[in-house]
């Protein structure tokens, strides 16, 4: 049976994407900083590894301990909303380590494996801010789009190898989910001089219509791994879906 390996699955994207997977009988590798029990069914197909992504010994040990994989998802993520002016440096590096360079990496130590067996999928989970420009997002959507183009480069470098490189897009979460992993709180990146301007912005993203579920990611993933075309780019969601046919 194939193999998974998805990052970023004590909540949101990614557990929903290891349950998907699991439900399909496929063999399930999900990977988070602090493995808990109980976040997925017990079953033979799965398995929890630590794994930070930023941290490149652990990065080694988890690839090690997985073994042969068909599919890295790449999902872990930091989000960050808020005023540019605002956001500590420090903070936008934080976002980076994360979500460009720890993506990358994973990328980086699969690569082998999956040339060697001349197959191989890895998806990069990104958003739909690289698919039209969006207010109080500036530093994570710059996280984001590099990541697309890396994708697409190297969707071009591993075709030869038989490796697939593709791209999901999930549409808006709700901010407290969003930001889930950010260790600043939205608040304190909206100055006083940005409240009127945050103001609208904050009430449309409470439009229900605009929330992408857990379930559409997974599904998109799903597509992305399974469908067979050359596609690079899978919009999750119905508002990302609506953005990239606009686009």
Not at 119 to 143: D, E, F, H, K
Request: glycine share 8%.
């Amino acid at each position: 049976m194939p193999t998974i390996l998805i990052t970023g699955c004590s909540s949101g994207y990614g557990l929903e994407t290891a349950r998907h997977f699991h439900a399909q009988g496929w063999s399930v590798i999900a990977t988070m900083r602090n493995p808990r029990d109980g976040l997925l069914p017990p079953s033979d197909r799965v398995r929890l590894l630590a794994l930070d992504v930023t941290d490149p010994p652990s990065i080694t040990a988890a690839v090690e301990a997985a073994g042969p994989i068909d599919v890295l998802v790449n999902n872990a993520g930091i989000g960050v909303v808020g005023a540019f002016e605002a956001t500590p440096m420090d903070h936008v590096r934080k976002v980076f380590e994360t979500n460009t360079f720890g993506t990358m990496a994973m990328t980086q130590a699969v690569i082998p494996g999956m040339r060697a067996r001349h197959a191989g999928t890895i998806v990069n989970v990104t958003s739909s801010v690289t698919l039209a420009p969006m207010p109080l997002a500036a530093a994570y959507t710059a996280s984001k789009q590099a990541i697309e183009g890396f994708t697409g480069s190297l969707a071009h470098e591993l075709a030869a190898f038989g490796v697939r490189a593709l791209l999901v897009e999930p549409g808006y979460a709700p901010t407290t989910r969003f930001a889930a992993n950010s260790d600043i709180d939205v608040a304190e990146l909206i100055p006083e001089a940005y409240a009127d301007f945050a103001r609208p912005i904050f009430a449309a993203f409470a439009n229900p219509e605009l929330t992408t579920r857990e379930s559409d990611v997974a599904e998109a993933i799903w597509r992305a791994v399974t469908d067979g075309t050359d596609t690079l780019r899978y919009p999750a969601g119905a508002d990302a879906v609506a953005l990239a046919a606009a686009g």
